[in-house]
């Protein structure tokens, strides 16, 4: 901050006392200095960008409170080989594609839903888009008690109706699944708004092109509402898996990663690692993690945005 | 005739489960929270049979020395002081980047894009604010709010600001303002409707953080009201009654801005959803 507004000062006197050089006087000294990058940029620079690079010299070395030791790749060679730390890498990705498969599909339903012409309109979108802005602590707690497998309302009801509910988040099987079904409930209000806004931007003039050529709903739906939604369904896929790669705390507050290992994801991984002191593995982690998210996110944003360009 | 059974029938249907799936579970908070530990102990979603609700809350907020009220005034400390750097910061930004084509501009953009896009490196990022003597306090935890916040300011900002004249500059700049005038006496104040979305959409996901407070800010004494909660968990295994009155409470901050500021927190949310 104080090198900031230093800088600042010095910036802004030389402006003051150039104008009385006669002939020296370049064009005009810009009215949008770029020492307004200074300020923002010590805080991205400091906390964000020293970190993402120191992080790839710490992957590689065992690291303790104490002291660091160059191992080189030991760190990255344990995590694939530790069954722990395979399947958090693996949850990783099956919980992603799933959420973010599921925000679309669902999103896309519900925004052409709340976009026809039904009753309860505002009330519904108000609704479906309040979890968004809740704690997923609150709503990891929530949850946590609903889908208690004996006591839980959820399988009581079930139980009413004649089913019988699984162990939602005790057994191995069906944990991470559940929490993911829970990111849903949480996230699908997010994907509702944007496709709605997709929609509003569709002129209407489309449609009754169409209504004079004899075109139906479906039709309506496959061949201009769908193409004309891809922006939106950009967005939602690439903010959705962005974020689900990354989730750590809706995991952490309903399993902990548990039963076992077994809904561990690579944040809960890092997490776990940091706790017990193994800052190298834990920074391996956080490697393979931006790996990952970069292997998938750059070359997704390129390949969607090039075929949108396209039509 | 078609229309109007979809209008009235499928409005009904879908008002139904959208009660069933997303009212009755926060409902089922409120409830739980009326009652005394016994019957909350059921786990069952029913009216309480003797409302408690006061009581309970009283309990929670005097919980080990009023805990709770001291995570909610370090949650409030923590959200005012990282949106308002990040407001600040983030316009500075936004605005020079639209307003100037300089040789940065390239790096910037990939910068604040990288800043969106890469999960950031969290025992590093230790490392760092140990160093600077910042770790397990409320203002290292602010400065990394705001280190990591403020790509997404950057781009509601830049994309605000090429909506606004840039005669306004010009004519700014005749009248004799310098560079520091001309954006916080005439530009920054222009970005009123932008600005307030960026401070709903950031307030409430730095309020409802939790990861970054349980890596920069641990323990219990000097925590933010989701680590508290969080805590509480383990606490409380029998009262879920005081628990459930707590996650109320964690709730109502976000709840009352989504009231009175939807139309902004949507708007900032679904941005880009057109431009993709």
Request: glycine share 8%; charged share 10%.
């Amino acid at each position: 901050m104080t090198t900031a507004t230093a800088t600042g000062r010095t910036a802004t006197g030389r402006t003051a006392t150039s104008p009385p050089k006669p002939g020296r006087r370049k064009p005009m000294k810009s009215p949008y200095p770029t020492w307004f990058f200074i300020p923002a940029g010590v805080f991205y620079v400091v906390l964000f960008l020293v970190p993402t690079i120191a992080s790839f010299y710490f992957s590689l070395t065992r690291w303790t409170l104490f002291d660091v030791e160059f191992i080189g790749f030991d760190n990255f060679i344990r995590f694939f080989q530790e069954p722990q730390l395979v399947t958090g890498f693996i949850n990783t990705f099956i919980y992603a594609f799933l959420t973010s498969g599921a925000k679309v599909v669902f999103g896309l339903l519900f925004g052409v839903l709340l976009s026809s012409q039904i009753i309860g309109r505002g009330f519904l979108r108000a609704t479906i888009f309040f979890p968004v802005l809740v704690s997923t602590i609150g709503v990891g707690i929530l949850f946590k008690v609903l889908m208690d497998p004996f006591d839980g309302p959820i399988n009581e009801s079930l139980a009413v109706l004649g089913i019988e509910g699984p162990a939602w988040l005790t057994d191995p099987s069906i944990a991470l699944l559940s929490v993911a079904l829970v990111d849903i409930w949480k996230g699908v209000g997010l994907a509702t708004l944007i496709y709605i806004a997709g929609m509003v931007a569709i002129p209407q003039e489309y449609y009754e092109a169409a209504k004079v050529d004899g075109a139906g709903a479906w039709n309506n739906f496959r061949h201009i509402t769908l193409p004309l939604l891809r922006p939106a369904t950009v967005t939602v896929v690439l903010l959705s898996l962005i974020g689900g790669l990354r989730s750590f705390d809706l995991i952490w507050a309903m399993t902990g990663g548990g039963p076992g290992f077994t809904s561990d994801v690579l944040a809960s991984v890092i997490y776990k690692q940091y706790q017990a002191g193994f800052f190298g593995l834990s920074t391996a982690g956080n490697v393979v993690l931006f790996l990952v998210v970069a292997a998938i996110i750059f070359p997704l944003s390129w390949w969607l945005n090039r075929k949108e360009a396209d039509q | 005739m078609r229309n109007v059974a979809w209008k009235w029938g499928g409005g009904s249907v879908a008002i139904l489960v959208a009660i069933v799936i997303f009212i009755v579970p926060f409902t089922f908070i409120v409830f739980t929270a009326g009652k005394t530990q016994a019957e909350a102990s059921f786990l069952e979603f029913s009216w309480p049979t003797e409302w408690v609700f006061f009581e309970n809350i009283v309990t929670v907020l005097q919980n080990r020395d009023w805990l709770l009220v001291r995570a909610f005034f370090n949650s409030t400390v923590l959200t005012v002081g990282a949106v308002a750097i990040m407001v600040v910061l983030g316009a500075m930004v936004g605005y020079v980047l639209q307003r100037r084509k300089s040789r940065w501009n390239p790096l910037v953009n990939t910068l604040v894009l990288a800043g969106l896009i890469i999960p950031p490196a969290v025992v590093p990022t230790i490392w760092v604010l140990q160093g600077l003597g910042l770790f397990k306090t409320l203002i290292g935890l602010i400065a990394v709010h705001v280190a990591f916040g403020l790509s997404f300011c950057i781009l509601l900002f830049r994309a605000f600001v090429a909506t606004i004249p840039r005669e306004l500059d010009e004519a700014a700049i005749i009248d004799g303002a310098g560079p520091v005038k001309l954006f916080f006496r005439v530009i920054f104040p222009l970005l009123r409707s932008v600005i307030v979305t960026v401070i709903v959409v950031q307030a409430v996901f730095v309020f409802n953080d939790f990861t970054y407070a349980l890596y920069f800010l641990p323990g219990d004494e000097n925590a933010t009201v989701q680590l508290t909660t969080f805590n509480y968990i383990s606490q409380s295994v029998s009262s879920f009654n005081l628990l459930f009155a707590d996650v109320l409470l964690i709730t109502i901050p976000p709840l009352i801005m989504y009231i009175f500021f939807q139309r902004q927190i949507v708007a900032g949310m679904t941005s880009g959803a057109v431009k993709g």
